[in-house]
């Protein structure tokens, strides 16, 4: 997720210079309509496919291992937040010791306060 993020603020810091650079020397009454089309055709939208790809490729991680369901692991980053390692299909960071089940993330004083 972090990549996403990365290359969506390297295409800001890019297209957004640029657009201004450029609106100088093409003054159009239709410039706001240009430059909103370039915003999502060059920032937006590659930012929705480079997230779909993610989910995609993580998606055996974030829905059908050990970690999908302990409270250690971080579904946006697909992290173990114990041991900082992702894990993978094949690769387990705590090898199964570390896991807790994300139902025990409840206070006890939540449980006896109702
Ligand atoms: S503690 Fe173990 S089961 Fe839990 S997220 Fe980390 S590697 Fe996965």
Redesign the pocket.
Known sequence: MGEVIFWTIIRIAVVIPILWWAEEFFHTQFWWTIGLLVIYGIIIQPAIVHYRLFKTKNKDIIES???S?????DESAVL????D?H?TTAF?????????PKSLDVDSEDIFSN
């Not at 369901?69 to 692991?73: D, P, R, V, Y």
């Not at 173990?80 to 041991?83: D, F, G, S, Y």
């Open positions: 291992t050990l970690c369901t302990c409270k250690h692991f173990c937040m114990l041991h390692k894990p387990l960071p705590c090898e199964g010791i570390g896991w807790e």
